[in-house]
């Protein structure tokens, strides 16, 4: 069940706002398989082919955790400086509450608490028909848990930067270079180091 409140409008003909914020209420949240639950003694293995315990490895369960709420705020602007020049940013704040089991573990909402963008555009820069991209993005640390692994992602922020040319006969040209330093971070825990990306693209258009 989630109640959300919005205002979308321009404070005046150049700058656009959209600020959003809701609260949720979630019934019945269950966990990621993450509860290790192995019990020879009591019959809870996992078992071979052949009807025997299959050493060292564990099973595992879901969890119930109840209710929980979130509440949440979004906030973005696009700001139009001149028909060649566009600024814009937006942020997106989330507070999950805390959940814990009638047998005191813990879950992680596996969400950062602040996620932030900020970014510029411009057209014809260089010669006629480029464009000119560049963006900022800043994740907050926050603590994360998936299967039987847990612990915290580091906050990161990258740089993108992306090269367009409106080329002759509908033909566009496209140079994108995401996380341009090359800030190798991991955005989930179990997931691998990223760095620098390139991707060129040609688009045409009928």
Known sequence: TTVELGLKGALSDRVFIDISGYRSWYEN?????????GDL???IVTLDKNGEPRPGEITLTTLNFGKLAVIGLALGANAYLTPKLTLRGNASLIDAGDLEDSGGMELLFNTPGVIANLGVS???LIYRGTSVDLSARYVAEHDFREANFGGTVPAYTVIDLGLGYRGAGGIDYRISLQNLFDNRHREFLTGPRIGLLSVFEI???L
């Open 29 to 37: 949240f269950g966990s990621p398989l993450t509860t290790p639950i």
């Open 122 to 124: 411009v057209d014809d």
């Open 203 to 205: 688009q045409y258009t």
């Open 41 to 43: 003694a009591h019959g």
